[in-house]
C-alpha cells in the first residue's frame, strides 16, 4: 500500500508500505532541489538531490520526482522501516541559498 | 564523508552575553552557512560565507555577526544575546556552486535566560 501526503505536516504509515512526501516550491527559476531527512537530535541528512533537466531520480530505497509545470516535488520511500521516521525537508536553491520547505514529520508504524 | 563539526550540542546563557557558536569543517568547502531552527518556521539563514574573510547576509542577520578567519572555520556570534535568540542553531558547508548539497552539522540547542 501506500501513505500519501499532500502537503501535510505530518504522514503515518505503516511498516512496509510505501511512502510519498510532496512538497510545492515557489521559485520557478530554481534548478536544484534536494531532499534531507532530520532525526530527533541531529542535524539535516542529504537524502537525494535532482536538477531541473530531470524528471525523476532513484537512489537506495528512495525516488524524487520533479514536475515543473507545477512546481511539485516528491520523495517515495519503499518498503519504509522504523528507521525512516524521521522530519524529511524539500530544498530548492537560489544563488548560494537554499530555501527550505517547512518539514513533514514521518512516523513509522510497527 | 563530509564532516560538519559544531562545537556545542547544548548552551545555556543570560540576556545581555556575548555568545560564540563555533563550526568547522574537514572537507575544503568554500562555502558556509548558520541557519537557525524553530518550531514551525523551518530553517532559516542567518549569514554565509564564499570564501575566507568574506559573509554574506541571510534572511535574518540581525542581531548576529559572523566570522570567518580559516577557510575550515565558521563562527556565529550574537552581540548581546536575548531571549527570542533562543533556537537551534544548524551550521552547514559545501564546494562549488549553488548545485551542491549542503552538509550539516547536528546543531547547537542554545537558550537564553
Known amino acids: 500500500g501506500e501513505s500519501v501526503g499532500l502537503h501535510l505536516p505530518t504522514l503515518s504509515v505503516q511498516e512496509g508500505d510505501n511512502s510519498i512526501i510532496n512538497c510545492a516550491y515557489s521559485?520557478?527559476?530554481?534548478?536544484?532541489f534536494i531532499w534531507y531527512k532530520q532525526e530527533s537530535g541531529k542535524g539535516p541528512q542529504f537524502i537525494i538531490d535532482?536538477?531541473?533537466?530531470?524528471d525523476k531520480r532513484q537512489g537506495q530505497r528512495v525516488t524524487v520526482l520533479l514536475n515543473k509545470t507545477v512546481k511539485h516535488l516528491s520523495l517515495q520511500i519503499a518498503a519504509t522501516q522504523p528507521g525512516d521516521s524521521a522530519v524529511y525537508f524539500c530544498a530548492e536553491n537560489g544563488d548560494y541559498k537554499l530555501s527550505f520547505g517547512a518539514g513533514t514529520t514521518v512516523t513509522v508504524r510497527a | 564523508d563530509v564532516k560538519v563539526t559544531q562545537s556545542s550540542r547544548y548552551l545555556v546563557k543570560r540576556t545581555g552575553e556575548k555568545v560564540f557558536l563555533e563550526c568547522v569543517q574537514d572537507?575544503?568547502?568554500?562555502?558556509m552557512f548558520w541557519y537557525r531552527q524553530d518550531p514551525g518556521l523551518g530553517l532559516r539563514l542567518i549569514y554565509f560565507s564564499y570564501d575566507v574573510k568574506m559573509k554574506e547576509k541571510g534572511d535574518i542577520p540581525e542581531g548576529y555577526s559572523v566570522s570567518r578567519e580559516k577557510k575550515e572555520r565558521f563562527s556565529l556570534i550574537l552581540e548581546s544575546a536575548s531571549t527570542n535568540q533562543t533556537s537551534m542553531y544548524l551550521c552547514?558547508?559545501?564546494?562549488?556552486?549553488?548545485?551542491?548539497?549542503?552538509?550539516f552539522g547536528d546543531g547547537t540547542r542554545l537558550s537564553i535566560l
Open positions: 535532482i536538477r531541473s533537466n530531470m
Open positions: 572537507m575544503d568547502h568554500e562555502n
Open positions: 521559485n520557478s527559476a530554481s534548478d536544484y
Open positions: 552547514a558547508s559545501n564546494s562549488g556552486g549553488p548545485g551542491q548539497p549542503q552538509h
